[in-house]
């Protein structure tokens, strides 16, 4: 969904660096949410907001941390990065009330 | 939470009808039901949601039955184009409990000439 955007598409790196991938939206959604997808695991949510103040802790948390610069930015952190947070990274975003998630294209991170 | 289980891969023909089933024995009372598809290197796209009975729209159809502890995605006639995978997700409406998502593993649809 070109609404979605995530930079960058593709990154290789070394274990401990600092990491950052970038969501942005143009939807206008109050909701933005981070996902990682590993092989054979579907999708595992990392954190999520529902407006610019307020951050929330997924199901997988840990090693990664979160920044909501204003309504359409949602930029995912690891700190220090080690080599089972290879994977691909999703954002996605959805209205209030019961409408569906917007995925951008992903970000596929290999840390060696 | 309510887990999902899915078949993890299914193959079927052009012009057929293809249902994919879902299990959440453990889904709570006021969880809906998503389905997503997803292409090679793409993100989850959105095909149907639905709370119980049946929902139909342009491109598919969502079967839950009266218990609503396993959902089944209806294709009508697919074609090469729907060879992709097909994710079940389970979660309260608005997903104002976001870490209460679950998302199944996928099956793998694979649709041949």
């Known amino acids: 969904d070109a609404d979605v955007t995530q930079t960058p598409r593709n990154r290789i790196t070394k274990t401990g660096k600092r990491i950052m991938l970038e969501c942005s939206q143009t939807?206008?959604?109050?909701?933005m949410y981070w996902y990682r997808q590993d092989p054979g695991l579907g999708l595992r949510l990392i954190y999520y907001s529902f407006d610019v103040k307020d951050i929330n802790k997924g199901e997988i948390s840990d090693g990664y941390s979160v920044s909501r610069q204003a309504q359409a930015k949602f930029s995912l952190s690891l700190e220090s990065a080690i080599p089972n947070q290879t994977a691909l990274y999703f954002c996605?975003?959805?209205?209030?009330?019961?409408?569906?998630?917007?995925f951008g294209d992903g970000t596929r991170l290999s840390i060696l | 939470l309510a887990k999902t289980t899915q078949p993890i891969s299914m193959d079927s023909y052009e012009g057929q009808e293809v249902n994919i089933t879902c299990s959440h024995n453990n889904i709570a009372t006021n969880d809906y039901i998503t389905w997503y598809q997803q292409f090679p290197s793409q993100g989850p796209r959105f095909i149907i949601q639905?709370?119980?009975t049946k929902v139909t729209n342009e491109v598919a159809s969502l079967f839950i039955p009266a218990d609503r502890k396993s959902s089944t995605l209806s294709l009508p006639r697919v074609s090469l184009s729907d060879t992709a995978v097909y994710y079940c997700?389970?979660?309260?409406?608005?997903?104002?409990?976001?870490?209460?998502?679950?998302f199944g593993s996928g099956t793998r649809l694979s649709i041949q000439p």
């Open positions: 939807k206008g959604h109050d909701r």
């Open positions: 996605a975003t959805s209205n209030v009330g019961n409408q569906p998630q917007h």
């Open positions: 639905g709370y119980k």
């Open positions: 997700l389970v979660g309260p409406p608005g997903y104002s409990n976001a870490s209460k998502i679950i």
